[in-house]
């Protein structure tokens, strides 16, 4: 069967791709990719685009549903860019996410035999997030906020996210009447003109602190001040609203330097029972309650005595380290970003925390530096971006020779490669667990344990 655009096919989907499209074959084996579709799937989809041994299409009509199907809660679910599993069951959610890591680690690693245990699902599917980032553009109607549809710049508006606080909607609206009301623009990605590129919320759910922080195309906004007044009038929760500076043509959200227009310029929240400053540049999970999870699985495969010393890696405000520093003997973080190197010397220093030192510098040479000067860890803990650990860094880590190292990945698949590569270094990888973060998006954490053989 020859494919060509606008051709409608019967498809039964099968699978799920990693970034939540549903995967089915052709009678002459040709895999078609299907947004929205759900595994069970039997569909009339519509051809938009066709390679040499594969396809992408939409749902035309729904012959059959898949019993996984649910009813959608959200109206901009299939223009937004964020969800990709609202129309399925939670249950079968966490069932894609678990064969995803599997997958991975069998395919792209090699470990046929590993044990991986079930994921650790979330408590609360919605308003689980503490932080939000929304573009700002112009429209008809002023300034519109919202979130990117997928793949373009392309702002959908809403009033509402289902994954974000309420108390984020009232932050939206009060931020958008008054840009409104001071006749200020939002920033024009084709003309480089405009303020407001950004809004950027972060929560403390521990200790009820909210931060706004303003993400513009200059030095500031005009009258700040009465910006101040009315988010203080409407928004009890306020603690803090920091302009963010960001003059570049990117599409990185914040720019280096920050200016708190009231209060101190960071919240607090509150995470296995210690204290954490957070400022706009500090790395945060955005699930308190799973990261609380997810930390107390990485506590339990650090396996610490009392006697170690603690490696972290990527460490950010030192989150992961501090809330293991009372079970060994000295810790060790390392993290690139200076403001977050600063959060987290004085997160230790406010938790009367004494044996832990924190170092400002790229995770492979650092770990390298500390390699030379003697410090040998006896566990070593690593957060690493999506990109995962470059193969200087494993190199070095397997030269330090730890007993144990805990690996906390947010994708499969580049844990999957790092695992392989620490397995043909001399390491044994005892086990995974996924932990589900960021539900009803198709990311996924994992956390595993390797032991040094």
């Known amino acids: 069967m020859d494919l060509k655009k606008n051709d409608i096919i019967r498809l039964r989907i099968t699978s799920m791709t990693a970034q939540g499209s549903g995967v089915g074959k052709t009678e002459d ?86 044990k991986i245990n079930p994921v650790a699902g979330n408590d609360r599917v919605d308003r689980y997030r503490n932080k939000a980032q929304l573009p700002a553009r112009n429209s008809e ?57 950004h809004i950027y919320i972060r929560y403390a759910e521990q200790t009820g602190e909210l931060m706004v922080c303003l993400v513009v195309n200059g030095n500031g906004l005009k009258q700040e001040d009465l910006l101040v007044k009315t988010l203080r009038e409407e928004i009890p929760e306020l603690k803090t609203v920091v302009i963010n500076s960001n003059r570049e043509d990117t ?47 990485a506590e339990n495969y650090a396996n610490l005595t009392g006697n170690e010393t603690l490696l972290d890696l990527y460490c950010g405000t030192g989150t992961i380290g501090l809330s293991m520093a009372e079970k060994c ?49 006896d566990v070593v803990i690593i957060d690493p971006p999506r990109k995962g650990c470059d193969a200087e860094l494993i190199g070095t880590i397997v030269k330090m020779a730890p007993k144990r190292a805990v690996y906390v990945s947010c994708d499969p698949e580049t844990l999957a490669r790092d695992l392989k590569l620490f397995s043909e270094k001399g390491y044994e990888v005892r086990e995974a667990t996924p932990v589900d973060m960021f539900s009803r998006t198709a990311h996924v954490e994992t956390v595993a344990l390797l032991i040094r053989k």
């Open 29 to 114: 084996g040709v895999v078609v990719f299907v947004p929205m579709s759900a595994i069970g799937d039997d569909l009339e989809v519509r051809i938009l685009k066709t390679k040499k041994t594969y396809a992408y299409g939409k749902i035309e009509t729904i012959v059959s549903p898949s019993e996984n199907r649910i009813e959608v809660d959200c109206p901009v679910f299939r223009k937004c860019g964020g969800c990709v599993y609202r129309h399925i069951s939670y249950e079968a959610e966490l069932e894609i996410k678990y064969s995803r890591v599997r997958d991975a680690l069998e395919r792209i690693g090699g470990f046929e035999n590993l």
């Open 251 to 297: 599409n990185v959200i914040l720019g280096g330097r920050n200016r708190t227009a009231y209060g101190s310029g960071h919240i607090t929240d509150v995470l296995r029972g210690k204290s954490f400053k957070l400022s706009p540049m500090s790395f945060y999970q955005v699930n308190r309650n799973q990261a609380e999870k997810l930390y107390e699985i």
């Open 329 to 377: 003997k000295s810790l060790v973080g390392v993290e690139i970003i200076a403001d977050a190197v600063r959060d987290a010397e004085e997160n230790a220093k406010a938790n009367g925390i004494t044996n832990a030192r924190f170092i400002c510098s790229d995770a492979a040479y650092a770990a390298e530096e500390l390699r030379k000067e003697g410090t040998k860890p």
């Open 141 to 197: 109607n002023g300034v519109e906020l919202g979130f990117f549809a997928n793949h373009s710049h392309r702002i959908i508006p809403l009033d509402d996210c289902m994954l974000q606080p309420e108390l984020f909607n009232r932050v939206n609206a009060t931020v958008k009447r008054f840009m409104d009301e001071t006749a200020q623009s939002a920033y024009d990605e084709g003309s480089k003109r405009g303020k407001l590129r």
